[in-house]
């Protein structure tokens, strides 16, 4: 099946993610509040739109990686927003981290103009993202995210259908939940290695033999080496403090879903307000 693909989002992640349906030869189109963004896209063949509306109009598959569920809302609504422009029976796949509810608020909006909704959040990174190894974790009806197939397939190495409407999202918290104690693990494991005069390769050895550590938790493991080797690095305190600040409006989403399941987090309530201090972020306030 031939589909026109609309992309919402060009940052880390969903510069890669458009850039994979162009090179999966979909006709795409793209919107970003960055010019600069679209321009590498328009280059490699995408249409650069001027609103969330534009995208919509020429669009049946319309991807929105934006930052939190404000951001989702936003390129939704309003007069140059996605239900303005797109078409009856357009899918929308939200790959944001957002909570349940938002997925059913917009859901809700859309289906009063004919048009459909996915929850399809992400995980992979960026780094998966450029090498089309990303999985997806949808949520909605099994016949839309066939309709999506071709779009999720250019970027993905695995697509599983959660559920339901808001099964995406609610996999996504709960996935953000134990990477970011893994990266507290990590991270406390190797100080205490540290303090004791262990050599960092032996507990990497064995946290990596028994499945423990694996590529991400050394990943920062090593930024966060680092942040301590370059104190004086602002840029490197730039790029480490976007990470924390995202690390803690995640843990927030999921601490917010938990109280609306009833379900106290305590492990993950600390662990949110550890994240400065896991990336090596220089901010006394937060560390």
Not at 143 to 167: T, V, Y
Request: hydrophobic share 45%; glycine share 10%.
């Amino acid at each position: 099946m031939t589909i026109r693909a609309g992309f919402i989002g060009l940052g880390n992640i969903g510069q890669p993610m458009a850039e994979k349906l162009v090179e999966a030869g979909l006709d795409t189109v793209v919107y970003d509040v960055r010019d600069e963004a679209m321009e590498p896209l328009v280059t490699r063949g995408a249409r650069a739109a001027d609103s969330p509306r534009e995208v919509a109009v020429h669009a049946d598959v319309i991807g929105i990686c934006v930052r939190d569920g404000a951001d989702v809302h936003a390129v939704m609504s309003g007069p140059g927003g996605v239900l303005a422009g797109a078409s009856r029976d357009a899918v929308v796949a939200l790959h944001s981290t957002i909570l349940p509810r938002t997925v059913h608020e917009v859901a809700h909006a859309a289906a009063e103009r004919g048009i459909q909704v996915l929850d399809a959040p992400i995980t992979g990174g960026a780094f998966g993202a450029r090498q089309g190894t990303l999985t997806y974790m949808v949520g909605g009806e099994a016949e839309l995210l066939e309709r999506c197939r071709p779009a999720f397939e250019a970027s993905a190495a695995k697509i599983i259908h959660a559920g339901p409407l808001g099964s995406g999202a609610t996999v996504k918290l709960c996935n953000n939940l134990m990477t970011y104690l893994g990266f507290l693990a990590a991270f406390e494991a190797t100080w205490l290695a540290r303090a004791a005069g262990l050599p960092r390769e032996a507990l990497h050895a064995v946290t990596r033999s028994n499945g423990n550590m694996n590529d991400s938790m050394l990943m920062l493991v090593a930024t966060r080496e680092a942040a301590e080797d370059r104190p004086d690095d602002a840029a490197l305190q730039d790029h480490l403090r976007s990470f924390a600040d995202l690390a803690e409006k995640d843990l927030a989403l999921t601490l917010e879903f938990a109280r609306e399941c009833g379900v106290a987090l305590p492990g993950t309530g600390l662990c949110q307000q550890l994240m400065a201090r896991v990336y090596g972020v220089q901010d006394g306030k937060r560390r």
